[in-house]
């Protein structure tokens, strides 16, 4: 079992879903069947908590629902573009970019900086533009993994 | 500016660095220095003490508790949640610039245990204010050099007598039996030390400007300064210059590859490169030409009555405190040594007494009223007495680089009065240097000590006069550091 950041099965270009359980759920269950969360259902209840502190949504379209749970094996994203957008809670309108983060409640910090690294590319215009354009799954996996190469 | 910050949020995942990215980014945009503490889960490293100390604001950008708040207790803080940090960056580092100018008193050299500048200006941010604090910062690092050069010259005269300058040097010959070389020995040493005093006050008022990457470039531009005689005037456009240089090139925006090494390379070397080549260049030659000039000038004069003449060298010796005039009056006094003729020693006489002025009368202005002075100034004017008394009129430099436009001029009045009383007494001198030490070779010892103490108080009347121009009333001491804060 590879533990890269992304895969193609980790991408959704056409993320369908009217709101963001929906969408978060259909994400998860990307990462079940990868094998990077044991139990749906945890794993959801966890990113809820999450959420319900402080929505995720930020200006410019983009959504990182996000925790870390026991659930999770291995620190993983799995990336969503919605075309329509969903309510994350930014001020600005909906995100169509959707990036459910999700850490093991145990990870060593050599393990997570991946997931810092990811979080620093969401800042910046090219990493969320080239998503935005982006038009085959596995390309976008391959363009994640060498952006959050240390 | 140089800024650090915290970012901090409660999973530790995500905002945390998506925050110190946009601050990050913020930064750059507008030229700023910051260094990001990532209290998140990945790990992070930790600002360093040094980091901290320099820096002129800390921004927390936090919606948890900041681990080890308390390092940032004397620092101008201003508090945002993650979300502001990642949403509007730079009104965060905007907002840390206001802070940072609110509290001046950090920005300088970074050195919290001196409360300086404790003038009671510190409200204001006018470019004078921020002036005097760059002078008193490269001022309160040259106070050392200057006692501990001063006082070791001055000890190496009290046992070795004015010739000890005449002494061979220590390494060719030192004969541990001999208070002679033990003299000098502390003459050269002193020597020694008082060859930092231009390039350690252009060096910190470079510092105090740019921080550290303008130190270089500063003492690079001090030495220059002193290569081409240009005093310690000279080492304060040097300072000045280097801050100024190295402030600017900093401005400039580099690839994030470059940036690493702008402040330990790049910077040191253009600054030093700019500042040394301006000195050298642009100064060196003038100056060499107008001490030509002013030595044959003085050398031309005719018909002077003795007490304009006194007056002219006397001033002459004190408008530098060892600097480009001061050195071609004292020369022109020393050559006329050897003809032995009476003027010659009256000339002499008046300018050994004016220089003994400025120190003096500084000394004295600084112990009656010292709150016209700041607490570095008050420490110099124990050792400025010595000094004074032994004709080492570099003590005034701590006081006159302090504040150059009240200073100077209330020097010049004394050491004036005392050059022309001298000649008018007609006070002797045989020995070219010594202060109190040669008084034994004084002719009219007794008004010659008037002439002297007559242009110290001459002088400590000015200089407090010219303290109380053009200063705010002054107030308490330096407000204590509040923090702007915006609780989440």
Not at chain 2, 86 to 104: M, Q, T
Not at chain 2, 207 to 230: C, E, K, N, S, T
């Amino acid at each position: 079992m590879t533990t890269e950041l992304i895969t193609s099965e980790l991408v959704d270009l056409d993320l369908v879903g009217p709101d963001r359980a929906s969408v978060v759920r259909s994400l998860a269950e990307r990462l079940v069947a990868e094998g990077r969360v044991t139990d749906i259902e945890r794993f959801l209840a966890d990113v809820d908590a999450r959420e319900q502190q402080m929505a995720t949504g930020m200006e410019g379209g983009i959504g990182i629902p996000h925790c870390r749970s026991e659930a999770v094996t291995a620190p993983t994203l799995a990336f969503g573009r919605s075309r329509p957008g969903v309510d994350f809670g930014a001020e600005d309108g909906p995100a169509h970019l959707v990036f459910l983060i999700a850490a093991p409640q145990h990870g060593d910090s050599d393990h997570l900086a991946v997931l810092a690294a990811l979080a620093r590319r969401l800042m910046r215009d090219e990493f969320t533009r080239t998503l935005l354009d982006a038009t085959d799954s596995s390309a976008v996996a391959e363009y994640v993994r060498e952006e959050v190469t240390p | 500016m140089r800024v650090v910050a915290v970012t901090a949020c409660p999973t530790g995942i995500a905002h945390t660095y998506m925050a110190a990215e946009a601050l990050e980014q913020a930064a750059k945009a507008t030229g700023d220095e910051i260094l990001v503490e990532t209290q998140g889960s990945a790990g992070s490293t930790a600002l360093s003490a040094s980091d901290v100390r320099d820096a002129d604001a800390v921004i927390l950008a936090a919606d948890v508790g900041v681990t080890d708040r308390e390092r940032f207790a004397s620092k101008p803080v201003v508090e945002g949640t993650v979300k502001q940090a990642i949403n509007d960056a730079a009104g965060l580092i905007e907002r840390a610039r206001d802070a940072a100018g609110r509290h001046p008193a950090s920005a300088g050299a970074g050195t919290p245990s001196e409360p300086e500048p404790e003038s009671g200006e510190v409200a204001g941010t006018g470019f004078g204010t921020r002036l005097r604090q760059w002078l008193m910062t490269g001022v309160s690092y040259v106070i050392p050099f200057v006692a501990a050069g001063g006082l070791l010259i001055a000890l190496s005269f009290a046992i070795g007598g004015y010739q000890i300058t005449e002494a061979p040097d220590v390494t060719e010959r030192f004969d541990p039996a001999s208070l002679t070389s033990w003299a000098a020995l502390a003459n050269q040493v002193g020597s020694a030390a008082f060859e930092f005093l231009v390039p350690v006050l252009a060096g910190f008022i470079a510092f105090a400007m740019a921080d550290r990457p303008a130190l270089a470039p500063g003492f690079v531009g001090g030495a220059a300064a002193v290569a081409v005689d240009a005093g310690f005037l000279g080492g304060l456009v040097a300072g000045l210059l280097a801050g100024a240089v190295v402030g600017g090139l900093r401005r400039i925006r580099v690839p994030r590859a470059v940036a690493g090494i702008m402040p330990v390379v790049v910077l040191p070397f253009l600054g030093s490169l700019i500042v040394g080549g301006l000195m050298f260049v642009l100064l060196g030659a003038p100056i060499a030409a107008a001490m030509t000039a002013l030595t044959g000038w003085l050398n031309g004069l005719t018909g002077v009555s003795a007490l304009l003449l006194g007056a002219l060298l006397g001033g002459m010796i004190a408008v530098d405190a060892g600097g480009p005039i001061n050195k071609v009056a004292y020369t022109f006094a020393v050559g006329g040594l050897t003809t032995g003729s009476d003027t010659a020693l009256q000339i002499m006489a008046a300018v050994m007494g004016a220089g003994m002025v400025p120190p003096l009368a500084l000394a004295l202005a600084a112990t009656v009223r010292g709150s016209s002075f700041s607490r570095a100034e008050r420490e110099s004017s124990r050792p400025a007495w010595l000094l004074g008394a032994s004709f080492i009129t570099e003590g005034a430099i701590p006081f006159a680089a302090a504040d150059p436009l009240r200073v100077i001029p209330s020097a010049v009045l004394g050491s004036a009065t005392t050059g022309a009383l001298s000649m008018a007494f007609g006070a002797t001198l045989r020995a070219p240097h010594g202060g109190v030490f040669v008084l034994p070779l004084v002719g009219d010892p007794l008004l010659y000590f008037l002439a002297i103490v007559a242009g110290v108080l001459v002088s400590a009347l000015a200089v407090l006069v010219a303290k109380r121009i053009g200063r705010a009333p002054r107030s308490a001491e330096s407000a204590p550091v509040e923090s702007s804060a915006v609780t989440v």
